[in-house]
């Protein structure tokens, strides 16, 4: 199992960037992938998640309206698309391998850092 993440960078507040999380060793389309990030002092926390049985999508509550989490079978490929961010999404983003959305993480890919920041 392979997930790696890319995209990451500096960007200004209000600025967009979009995160991919390229996939391979298992059937793409047979498990959620989840987006998590850990900011500096902080712990890890989700951030969005797609559920591959029927495409359902979850966003925790800072980041909804701002962020979706499409997903490209044909290219294994995962992405978390930010618009309007802030200075409190600086963080290291994690794409991560599980059962249902609900489930527990099975899989960890490496990180990428997004600093917002003037």
């Known amino acids: 199992v392979q997930l790696q993440a890319s995209g990451g960078g500096l960007v200004q507040p209000g600025g967009s960037l979009r995160l991919s999380c390229k996939a391979s060793?298992?059937?793409?389309?047979?498990?959620?992938i989840g987006w998590f990030r850990q900011a500096p002092g902080k712990e890890r926390e989700g951030v969005s998640c797609?559920?591959?049985?029927?495409?359902?999508?979850y966003y925790e509550d800072s980041v909804k309206g701002r962020f979706t989490i499409p997903r490209d079978s044909a290219r294994n490929t995962i992405y978390l698309q930010m618009h309007d961010l802030r200075p409190e999404d600086t963080a290291v983003y994690y794409c991560?391998?599980?059962?249902?959305?609900?489930?527990?993480?099975?899989?960890w890919g490496q990180g990428t850092l997004v600093t917002v920041s003037s």
């Open positions: 991560a391998l599980k059962g249902y959305c609900s489930g527990n993480v099975g899989y």
């Open positions: 060793g298992f059937t793409f389309d047979d498990y959620a």
């Open positions: 797609m559920d591959s049985a029927d495409g359902t999508t």
